[in-house]
């Protein structure tokens, strides 16, 4: 039997200031690792672009768009955006998506 499951996607992409990109990969790998531990999430990835030298995107899953909002005030997440600021090129851009076909393999 299969149960609906509610997945709420938060993206995240950031993109390093010159010499910089070192910096910003660790921040946002420490991010990663802890924010897999909250309870709603059920993942987060971090992945760099084969295309632009110093772009980042974080996805995150949660179990509702609720949980994802609730997540951007935790001090996890405030911690995080304070460390980035001083190494970003440009503003991230931050979006949250209802999942049509996403879902978690077991």
């Not at 991010?31 to 987060?44: D, K, S, W």
């Amino acid at each position: 039997m299969t149960t609906d499951v509610e997945i709420a996607v938060l993206t995240a992409a950031f993109t390093a200031r010159p010499d910089h990109e070192s910096e910003l990969a660790a921040v946002l790998a420490r991010y990663v690792v802890l924010a897999r531990g909250e309870a709603a999430c059920r993942n987060v990835d971090l992945l760099t672009s084969a295309t632009q030298s110093g772009r980042f995107v974080v996805i995150e899953k949660w179990e509702s768009a609720g949980a994802a909002r609730a997540h951007l005030d935790t001090p996890l997440m405030v911690d995080m955006a304070a460390a980035v600021v001083p190494l970003l090129a440009e503003k991230p851009t931050i979006d949250l998506l209802d999942a049509i076909s996403a879902h978690d393999l077991d």
